[in-house]
């Protein structure tokens, strides 16, 4: 069974602050995603991955950024938290483009 | 990015009642996926469509992908409590996600 951790399940920070959100998947998956989900606007795509080291933007990357220097980790950075970041972030990941996607718990981010 | 317009945002169903939910899209997908989102976790994969007309079940849950390929359709027949949550339709392998429907079930 496809397992997909994330490091916290809810956070709180301040306004400025850097923040690093954490996942890990111990399938061997190709590709790793992360997205928010507000209310009303589903889910959105924030970044991917689909190798070691390389990303690509989503349809909501801004004031975002990310990291994948293993396989199996794919971090999500706000470089300057901001209360418009305040959201459920979930991570996910996939064997390969044919695929289908497994989640994460999710982390409520909220930023004061 | 491309949007995925699903209906409706939310219903109120009595247990037992039939429900329907659809997705469009603008553009043609390849996939379409159908998860299912319980308070306070990730989704969970219901249905996974790879071909223009498909009919797949899952116990209750029976979802089609469309002929034109730019939709896609889920039923759950004689629903129970523990059908509440939110359903997302997701298309291209969960690149593009649904607004999401909220599903409330009144015993």
């Known amino acids: 069974d496809v397992k997909v951790t994330q490091s916290s399940r809810y956070l709180v920070k301040r306004t400025g602050e850097k923040v690093f959100l954490e996942c890990v998947q111990d399938m061997d998956h190709e590709n790793m995603f992360w997205y928010r989900q507000d209310p009303g606007l589903g889910l959105r795509l924030i970044y991917f991955?689909?190798?070691?080291?390389?990303?690509e933007k989503g349809d909501i990357p801004e004031g975002y950024s990310v990291s994948r220097e293993k396989k199996e980790r794919f971090s999500l950075i706000l470089e300057s938290a901001s209360t418009n970041q305040t959201s459920m972030y979930l991570c996910?990941?996939?064997?390969?483009?044919?695929?289908?996607?497994?989640f994460g718990p999710g982390t409520r981010l909220t930023v004061t | 990015g491309q949007q995925l317009n699903q209906s409706p945002q939310s219903m109120f169903i009595q247990e037992g009642e039939d429900v329907s939910m659809n997705c469009t899209s603008s553009s043609i997908f390849n996939t379409w996926l159908w998860y299912k989102q319980d308070p306070g976790e990730g989704p969970v994969l219901l249905i996974a469509l790879y071909k223009a007309g498909e009919l797949t079940s899952n116990g209750r849950l029976t979802a089609q992908f469309g002929i034109t390929r730019k939709d896609s359709f889920l039923n759950i027949s004689a629903s129970i409590p523990s059908d509440v949550g939110i359903y997302f339709c997701?298309?291209?392998?969960?690149?593009?996600f649904g607004t999401g429907t909220k599903l409330q079930v009144i015993p």
């Open positions: 996910a990941s996939s064997f390969n483009q044919v695929h289908s996607i497994h």
């Open positions: 991955s689909y190798d070691v080291k390389m990303k």
């Open positions: 997701a298309g291209q392998r969960g690149v593009t």
